[in-house]
Structures are given as structure tokens and as C-alpha cells.
């Protein structure tokens, strides 16, 4: 199956620091979507972006789909960002594929 | 609108007990999946379902049965659960085909003692 490696696998960020996610796949999506899955355990749609570029406040996405990878961008990061950030990937055959996720603390 | 529910939120079952953890969503979507989530491996799919009547395996079926009869509901079956089941369950739905947003319900962490 495809493969989605995300770095970092951890970052710790002071209150107002600006950061950059990494995730990488292996084939050609046509599915690709961001999540946060807060403390409580939410998981919480962030962007779905299989190509391009999108932005939501202070955060923002890019995919450039046929170098095969996506970059989640934190600018003036706030507490309420801590949280693990996941990635998903699908082919086209109905298996969105996450990667292990970047856990990121975000400290006042 | 509730979007995805899924019910209980929380269970300890004794291995070899039986259960289903339920899983409804009103949003009309068509693709509906389960997925398992355990510390530091990300969520796996389970098995998935693209409208009523047809299921399909995912990354790690073993052990879980699912059906489908409405487009609403998408139960999900631990006939002989086992300790290695213990984890945190995550039902998801999105609108028919292979594109658009996953929507998750808010899980059910099992414990299998």
C-alpha cells in the first residue's frame, strides 16, 4: 500500500512561533487531507488539498502533488494549536492512509 | 445536525466477550469507514463500506465484522474480543466517491482485559 511518512514526528513551539509540517507519499493521490486531533481526542478536519495551495486563519496548506509530498504551515502559533497533526493520503480506492502524525506543543 | 455519532464512548469487555460499537451519520454520505487507533501508529483502517449493502476490508480486518443496511448506520462487530483489540475506535464518513472531506465521530475507546 502507499506509504506517508510525516516530519517532524515531534516539535515543541513557544507561543507565537511559526512552523512548518512535512508529509510525504510514495504514489499519486487523489485524496489528501489534513487533521488535528486535539487533547481530548477529536480528530478535526484542517484542509483537504490534494493539489494546491489553501489557506484557514492562521494556518495554511500546500501540495505539490507530483513531487509527492504536502507541507501544513503554523504561523503565530497559539496553545490551543497543540495537538497531533495527521496526514492522509488515498490512491482511489476508497483507503485514505494516515501517517503517524507530528505532535506538537505549543508552550506559553 | 450531529454528523457522525458513534455509541458507547467508553467499554471493558472480558476477552472472549462480544460487542458492537455503533456508528450513524445524517449527512447522507454515502462512504462510511472504521478505523482503530493505538499510541504512536496513527489510525489503520478496519473496514469500510461505499453505500448500503457492500463492506470491504482494510489494513486490518481480523477479528471485526461490519454490515450495512441503511445509508445511516455502520456497526461495527468484536464477535471473540481480545486483548489486542484494546484501542480507540474511530467511525468516519464522507460523500460518495473517491474525493471530499472525511468527517470522524468522536470515538469509543474499548478495553479488553
Known amino acids: 500500500g502507499i506509504q506517508v511518512e510525516q516530519s517532524p514526528p515531534d516539535l515543541i513551539l513557544q507561543e507565537g512561533a511559526n512552523s512548518t509540517l512535512r508529509c510525504n507519499f510514495s504514489?499519486?493521490?487523489?485524496?489528501l487531507q489534513w487533521f488535528h486531533q486535539n487533547p481530548w481526542g477529536q480528530l478535526i478536519n484542517l484542509f483537504y488539498i490534494p493539489s494546491g495551495t489553501k489557506q484557514n486563519g492562521r494556518l495554511s496548506a500546500t501540495t505539490v502533488a507530483t513531487e509527492r509530498y504536502s507541507l501544513l504551515y503554523i504561523s503565530s502559533s497559539q496553545t490551543t494549536d497543540s495537538g497531533v497533526y495527521f496526514c492522509a493520503v488515498e490512491l482511489g480506492d476508497y483507503k485514505l492512509s494516515f501517517g503517524a502524525g507530528t505532535t506538537v506543543t505549543v508552550r506559553a | 445536525n450531529a454528523g457522525v455519532t458513534q455509541t458507547p464512548k467508553f467499554q471493558v469487555l472480558k476477552t472472549g466477550q462480544s460487542m458492537t460499537l455503533q456508528c450513524a451519520q445524517d449527512?447522507?454520505?454515502?462512504?462510511m469507514s472504521w478505523y482503530r487507533q493505538d499510541p504512536g501508529m496513527g489510525l489503520r483502517l478496519i473496514h469500510y463500506s461505499v453505500g448500503a449493502g457492500i463492506t470491504d476490508q482494510g489494513e486490518v480486518p481480523n477479528g471485526y465484522n461490519v454490515s450495512r443496511s441503511t445509508t445511516e448506520d455502520f456497526p461495527l462487530r468484536l464477535l471473540l474480543a481480545a486483548p489486542s483489540q484494546t484501542s480507540v475506535y474511530f467511525c468516519?464518513?464522507?460523500?460518495?466517491?473517491?474525493?471530499?472531506?472525511?468527517?470522524f465521530g468522536e470515538g469509543s475507546r474499548l478495553t479488553v482485559l
Open positions: 468516519a464518513s464522507r460523500r460518495q466517491g473517491h474525493t471530499g472531506e472525511l468527517f
Open positions: 449527512m447522507n454520505h454515502e462512504y
Open positions: 504514489d499519486s493521490v487523489n485524496n
